[in-house]
């Protein structure tokens, strides 16, 4: 049996600095085989395990969060920038490559926010999933 890794690191440089590499999917809870129970291998940042490693770490007063990723579940991102702004230190979000939907979010956490030449920023507006079958009438109501 393997471990899945975390896809976010958590580096205490010194006494005053942490640094943060979240490259990875945002998710609410890491997800687990149905059959096993067992955590399913992949780049996941889960709200849950993340705020519970951010809570070793909330007291430093420098954190420096270095973000790659495609992002995720709105909810598990807004609440991993609510936590990120409610700590006392300074945070510093710097961009590695993407930054896109709910990483987008946890990229604004930042009092100082850095993006790298060539990284991506993205967001968008109000998405859904519609499960059925729809003529264009049906569709236009829903848009409206």
């Known amino acids: 049996m393997h ?15 942490v640094d943060i590499d979240m490259y990875g999917e945002v998710v609410a809870k890491h997800p687990v085989d149905w059959w096993t129970g067992e955590k399913i291998s ?42 990120l702004k409610s700590l006392k230190g300074n945070i510093t979000t710097i961009n590695d490559g993407l930054a896109a939907s709910a990483a987008s979010i946890i990229f604004q956490a930042g009092h100082t926010r ?15 999933f519609l499960y059925d079958y729809y003529n264009i009438e049906q569709l236009e109501q829903f848009a409206e």
């Open 114 to 128: 850095k993006m790298h030449a060539g990284s991506n920023l993205m967001l968008h507006g109000v998405s859904g």
């Open 3 to 17: 471990k899945p890794i975390k896809a976010y690191n958590i580096t205490i440089s010194d006494d005053n600095t």
């Open 42 to 83: 992949g780049n996941y940042i889960a709200l849950d395990e993340f705020l519970e490693d951010l809570k070793e770490i909330e007291d430093k007063p420098n954190i420096n969060i270095h973000i790659n990723s495609v992002g995720g579940d709105f909810y598990a991102g807004l609440a991993i920038y609510n936590r």
